[in-house]
């Protein structure tokens, strides 16, 4: 299966306007979970190596996927549902973290 990309790269006039675009297209509008999911895992597993302790990767890997989702969600690449789960899902991380060490 092949794609005419040509028609992407007329109908924008900046970078982001072809990732847009890519993923409008291409990807149906999921480009930007994929981006959020992994570099989510990458940060959860990259501190978990640092750290070894699962629990603070995790609340640091989702603060820091809420502030990426937030910025994902600026530019048009997620939308609005993916934006409420990652707030939601990091409240519940960061409520539990605080539960459990006290």
């Known amino acids: 299966m092949s794609y005419n990309l040509t028609i992407i790269t ?3 006039t900046s970078v982001l ?3 847009q675009g ?3 297209v291409l990807m149906l509008g999921y480009l930007g979970v994929l981006i ?3 570099l989510t895992i990458v940060v959860f597993t990259s501190y978990l190596f640092l750290t070894n302790d699962a629990g603070a990767s995790l609340v640091a890997s ?3 996927a809420f502030i990426l989702s937030l910025v994902l969600r600026a530019v048009g690449l997620l939308p609005n549902t993916a934006l409420f789960i990652t707030l939601v899902l ?3 991380i960061i409520a539990i ?3 459990t060490k006290r």
Do not use: H, R
């Open 22 to 24: 890519v993923n409008s």
């Open 10 to 12: 007329e109908n924008s």
């Open 97 to 99: 973290s605080y539960v």
């Open 17 to 19: 306007g072809f990732v």
């Open 62 to 64: 989702s603060y820091i």
């Open 36 to 38: 959020l999911l992994a």
């Open 90 to 92: 990091t409240s519940v």
